[in-house]
Nanobody, 128 residues
Framework: QVQLVESGGGSVQAGGSLRLSCAVSGYTKSRYFMGWFRQAPGKEREGVAGIDSDGDGSTSYADSVKGRFTISKDNAKNTLYLQMNSLKPEDTAIYYC????????????????????WGQGTQVTVSS
């Protein structure tokens, strides 16, 4: 059974940084893609960043985080990361790690319906 466990959330002032981690276990597929999503109170869950873990490691970012967030993956550790810099109050949300089997074009990496497995989420709060 696939399990995704996020960590690294917390409270930070605007302009600060956080690094989220997502430990993956139980995955038996040879190729998969992964992503980070977030959901703020009263809003729909939205894609933040995605990565195709094999092949050329294509990535995709939401316009709102481009240049500030970086997604990466350590295949040896089965861990996904999201480095978040220059955080803004509007980045406040619960952040979820997600995974899906197979390959996925970069233009679909932020589409939540493509993902089969989800973590429990970690809270990120950015104060002004």
């Amino acid at each position: 059974q696939v399990q995704l466990v996020e960590s690294g959330g917390g409270s930070v002032q605007a302009g600060g940084s956080l690094r989220l981690s997502c430990a993956v276990s139980g995955y038996t597929k040879s190729r998969y893609f992964m992503g980070w999503f977030r959901q703020a109170p009263g809003k729909e869950r939205e894609g933040v960043a995605g990565i195709d873990s094999d092949g050329d490691g294509s990535t995709s970012y939401a316009d709102s985080v481009k240049g500030r967030f970086t997604i990466s993956k350590d295949n040896a550790k089965n861990t996904l990361y999201l480095q978040m810099n220059s955080l803004k109050p509007e980045d406040t949300a619960i952040y979820y790690c997600a995974a899906g089997a197979g390959a996925l074009g970069w233009w679909l990496l932020l589409h939540r319906d493509e993902y089969n497995y989800w973590g429990q989420g970690t809270q990120v709060t950015v104060s002004s």
